[in-house]
């Protein structure tokens, strides 16, 4: 398989901040060792070559040593963390693009990236994909707002959605996804997959492609429907 780089957003992509909430997103920054259900199997399976996978996040460079140990903790594969220096780089949305640039400067490998969109990132990722459309494979979107999506982007709300995504590039295998849909499956908290301030899911995936992940879909599927409903009747 020819290589590829993952490049990731930080907050409410991978890890449960609620950026929604300045406050709750500093405290967050600092305390918080939340991540999203199945995300570390995820970036593991996906990003199998050294130097494979960044971490790029607006969050400021002093909290360096907590996103590093955030990634540790959560059985993240190493990561390349860039982080804005919020004296020089004070727009959130140039930094982020100017940062992407350089790295489509500084390699020849294609990218998949990975955003939410409670903020910039459907837009930086648009601008990006513009001026380099041979560099990017996939964009993926976790869906915290629920706003439109630029053409071409994938939302979604668990892991487990993009690794059938995935499979069905051809970028992983049953028994990849499998691990992945396991990770989501088995979590017991359900903030973990979808906290209370994000989206729910207009629609609840849809059958995988293979027969052979028929157990394991129905065992997400059964926490996506049961997630739905407690907040429904709430």
Same mark, same amino acid.
């Given at each position: 398989?020819? *290589?590829?780089?993952?490049?990731?957003?930080?907050?409410?992509?991978?890890?449960?901040?609620?950026?929604?909430?300045?406050?709750?997103?500093?405290?967050? &920054?600092?305390?918080?060792?939340?991540?999203?259900?199945?995300?570390?199997?995820?970036?593991?399976?996906?990003?199998?070559?050294?130097?494979?996978?960044?971490?790029?996040?607006?969050?400021?460079?002093?909290?360096?040593?907590?996103?590093?140990?955030?990634?540790?903790?959560?059985?993240?594969?190493?990561?390349?963390?860039?982080?804005?220096?919020?004296?020089?780089?004070?727009?959130?949305?140039?930094?982020?693009?100017?940062?992407?640039?350089?790295?489509?400067?500084?390699?020849?490998?294609?990218?998949?990236?990975?955003?939410?969109?409670?903020?910039?990132?459907?837009?930086?990722?648009?601008?990006?994909?513009?001026?380099?459309?041979?560099?990017?494979?996939?964009?993926?979107?976790?869906?915290?707002?629920?706003?439109?999506?630029?053409?071409?982007?994938?939302?979604?709300?668990?892991?487990?959605?993009?690794?059938?995504?995935?499979?069905?590039?051809?970028?992983?295998?049953?028994?990849?996804?499998?691990?992945? &849909?396991?990770?989501?499956?088995?979590?017991?908290?359900?903030?973990?997959?979808? *906290?209370?301030?994000?989206?729910? *899911?207009?629609?609840?995936?849809?059958?995988?492609?293979?027969?052979?992940?028929?157990?394991?879909?129905?065992?997400?599927?059964?926490?996506?429907?049961?997630?739905?409903?407690?907040?429904?009747?709430?």
């Amino acid at each position: 398989m020819n *290589p590829f780089i993952v490049v990731s957003d930080l907050d409410d992509t991978i890890k449960i901040s609620h950026t929604m909430d300045q406050f709750r997103t500093v405290l967050r &920054g600092l305390f918080s060792h939340q991540a999203y259900a199945g995300m570390a199997e995820l970036y593991t399976e996906l990003a199998r070559t050294p130097d494979s996978l960044i971490v790029l996040s607006s969050s400021p460079l002093w909290i360096r040593k907590r996103v590093h140990e955030f990634l540790r903790r959560n059985r993240f594969p190493k990561a390349q963390v860039i982080l804005r220096d919020w004296v020089k780089q004070p727009q959130v949305r140039k930094y982020k693009f100017n940062a992407l640039k350089q790295l489509a400067e500084k390699s020849t490998e294609p990218f998949i990236l990975f955003g939410d969109d409670t903020e910039y990132d459907p837009e930086v990722f648009e601008s990006f994909l513009n001026e380099y459309p041979d560099r990017v494979l996939k964009i993926y979107i976790r869906r915290m707002r629920g706003r439109p999506l630029p053409e071409g982007m994938q939302g979604f709300h668990t892991s487990y959605e993009i690794a059938l995504s995935e499979f069905a590039a051809g970028r992983l295998d049953l028994e990849q996804v499998h691990r992945i &849909g396991k990770a989501v499956a088995d979590t017991r908290n359900p903030a973990y997959i979808i *906290p209370h301030f994000a989206v729910l *899911p207009e629609e609840i995936l849809q059958a995988p492609e293979s027969e052979a992940l028929s157990e394991i879909h129905e065992r997400v599927l059964a926490r996506l429907r049961k997630i739905v409903g407690k907040r429904k009747r709430a």
